[in-house]
């Protein structure tokens, strides 16, 4: 375990920043497609990811953090546990959500319907949490893990985590929902950081993530 170099630093902070600024120029700027908007993030995040491991010298494992995750089992415990949860605030805080702006913004902006609903969802649920878990718990906060900084690793990439989510969701709700929904993901983005280091790996963070999804998707599909 090395401290963390000066180059990091500035790789880590100039790579985070352009993230969010492209996130935030195609989500309320140019707004493409789903497939569009997928296709440059999930690319970006490659990018980053890959010239990281190159720069640096590591594996792209040890850069994703991705190993075998410790006591499994419990994991699904905790799985189960996160799947109850969620549906228990949907169910608490749906009458302050805009679901019908949700649905409209599914079926344009999205261009979701009840055709391609399936092939979208699992690409969310199995794919895109991968990726988003690659960056923010593997990328992020495996390398402050890695050069024994944990204490920040559950700061940065929890705030960047909640930023990149700010385009997505700012138009949902009313702003005390918002702003409740942005301390959200801080605590949810600690979670994710808690079971990636207690379990040793993104596998952990990453069956959580796309658990949450697949929630999430299950209302969305309901709205439908």
């Not at 702006?101 to 690409?123: H, T």
């Not at 909640?162 to 409740?180: E, K, M, Q, T």
């Not at 379990?199 to 069956?207: L, T």
Request: hydrophobic fraction near 60%.
């Amino acid at each position: 375990m090395g401290r963390l170099q000066a180059r990091e630093i500035v790789f880590i902070v100039i790579s985070s920043l352009v993230f969010l600024a492209v996130i935030y120029l195609v989500e309320l700027v140019f707004m493409p497609n789903y497939w569009v908007k997928s296709a440059i993030k999930t690319g970006l995040i490659a990018l980053i990811i890959l010239l990281y491991s190159v720069l640096f010298k590591t594996s792209l494992k040890e850069t994703l953090f991705f190993e075998k995750p410790h006591k499994p089992w419990i994991l699904f415990l905790i799985v189960a546990g996160v799947i109850a949860l969620s549906l228990l605030i949907f169910y608490i805080f749906k009458s302050q959500v805009d679901l019908g702006f949700i649905r409209e913004s599914m079926l344009s902006k999205e261009m979701l319907s009840k055709r391609n609903a399936i092939i979208v969802y699992v690409y969310i649920v199995i794919v895109n949490s991968f990726f988003e878990e690659a960056l923010f718990r593997g990328f992020l906060f495996g390398t402050f893990r890695r050069r024994g900084l944990k204490v920040l690793g559950y700061i940065i990439p929890n705030v960047l985590f909640s930023a990149y989510h700010v385009g997505i969701v700012v138009s949902w709700f009313n702003p005390f929902i918002f702003i409740l929904c942005i301390a959200g993901l801080v605590g949810a983005g600690a979670l994710l950081c808690f079971v990636t280091d207690r379990f040793g790996s993104i596998v952990a963070s990453w069956v959580m993530h796309g658990s949450a999804n697949l929630v999430i998707n299950g209302i969305g599909a309901y709205l439908l």
